[in-house]
């Protein structure tokens, strides 16, 4: 079995790797990663937790 956050983290991390700023980044990740609005601003808010590392 998953974890609920599984998702979330998922998206974070992508998130956090993107070079530029995603436009409309609450529906990209909804539709990306089937987040629902509240699950999308969690996955923002830990997105600004995590440092890229060099290279992915």
Do not use: S, Y
Request: some cysteine.
């Amino acid at each position: 079995m998953t974890a609920p956050d599984d998702p979330m983290r998922a998206a974070a991390l992508w998130l956090a790797a993107q070079p530029e700023p995603i436009p409309h980044v609450i529906p990209a990740l909804k539709e990306r990663f089937g987040l629902t609005g509240l699950q999308a601003c969690q996955a923002i808010a830990l997105a600004r937790n995590i440092t890229p590392q060099p290279g992915g």
